[in-house]
């Protein structure tokens, strides 16, 4: 038995020493590839995009027919603010299908798959940015900077991001991310979770690596103090001053009404909005919480608490607007074409652990030590006419970026230790 425990230790040992040896690495590869922030002109209208460009940026797209008089011009200009752990990978493949098959200018990193997040966006990071450059489609992970973006953005584009109730998002960055946040590994106990919740100031400091990820996340993703209480005048003073930024703010509980408010927006079709969920959980890695422990999570990530009421009512005020039997209608017909492609595209008809994934083009990226992302198998004997479109829908983020040509080295540099160091 000691042996056992001697052979535990070991590993855990060793585990420990490659993974400190990592984070150094990965840390240094980060700052090596951080491009230098291109030197800010005197004319700050020399390092934006002009409305001249709106024309030529959209050439290759053409309005919808439609049934009435009303015209339509579908937007392709778009800033999709992918925050983390919010359904946000699935609206990525929604935009990453639109931009491709309308042949429109993706703002790409450089070496990965997020703009050096957590770093402050910038808009160097853009691969072969120069000033001036013109872009349709910014939507790749990033910590937010409004006037860094809008200098790669025609005027008239359209600002997008995605909220999920706080409590839901913590449970799953909490679950998702503690291997990478070093203070957690203090944590004892089979729920790691519960007993964060129940002390967190013990396993939390502002200044801590990836700490971030444990504390109002979304507030920090927008760009914000992430350490603010929810009561602090300022989070209020953040919070419309986003409403200010954003045209359209989605809500993950009502995912396919916000849909239907996209599609709306940007005037595109139901073609346009089909979906298959991307990057779900197997059930038995979802924690559940009882209401005290909701309770604490929502006082812990009371920023982003009042951050998700405030846009929750700005949602459902749309929803009113646009008439709650239309969406109704509308809701019903999006689900009825996402069920006909389901039965088109899907082998066994639903989501199978990462271990069952026969192509690896379909393989989703995992967490540090463990494989709890699902994933999807394409039925083999698919018609023709919709095997690339069934492919492009169940294509994760990291594929679907090679595919459109983006470099991941940096990123496939980590995946390769982080399954080496943790993997089964």
Known sequence: MSAIKGKKCTRMTRRLILWVLLTNIMLLLYCLTNPTQVKIR?????????????????????????????????????????????????????????????????????????????????????????????????????????????????????????????????????????????????????????????????????????????????????????????????????????STRFDLVLVAEYFDESLILLKDTLCWTMEDILYFKLNARRRSSVSRLTPELRAKALQWNGADWRLYQHFNATFWARVEAYGRERMKQEVKELRRRNAEMKAICIQDGGAVEAQNIHDRRFLPWQPVGESSILGYNVKQNIDPQFREICEKMLTPEIQYLSQLGVSLWLTRLWGWFKDTVFGD
């Open 42 to 242: 005197d004319s700050q209208q020399q390092d934006t995009c002009p409305l001249s460009m709106v024309k030529l940026l959209t050439k290759n797209v053409s309005s919808p027919s439609l049934s009435t008089s009303e015209v339509c011009i579908p937007k392709v200009n778009i800033m999709f603010m992918k925050t983390h752990k919010t359904a946000s990978s699935t609206i990525l493949n929604i935009l990453f299908r639109f931009g491709e098959k309308h042949k429109l200018k993706f703002a790409f990193p450089d070496g990965r798959n997020d703009f050096f997040y957590p770093s402050p966006f910038l808009c160097s990071q853009v691969k072969d940015y120069r000033p001036g450059d013109c872009f349709n489609i910014v939507c790749n992970h990033m910590r937010f900077d409004h006037q860094e973006v809008a200098k790669l953005l025609p005027p008239d584009a359209v600002y997008i991001t995605i909220l999920r109730d706080p409590v839901d998002l913590f449970e799953s960055s909490f679950n998702y991310y503690r291997r990478a946040v070093p203070l957690t590994w203090r944590i004892n106990g089979e729920n790691q979770l519960v007993e964060f919740l129940n002390n967190p100031h013990t396993f939390y400091s502002p200044e801590a690596f990836n700490s971030f990820y444990l504390k109002n996340l979304l507030f920090f993703d927008f760009g914000f103090d992430n350490n603010l209480e929810g009561d602090d005048p300022r989070v209020m003073r953040d919070i419309h001053k986003l």
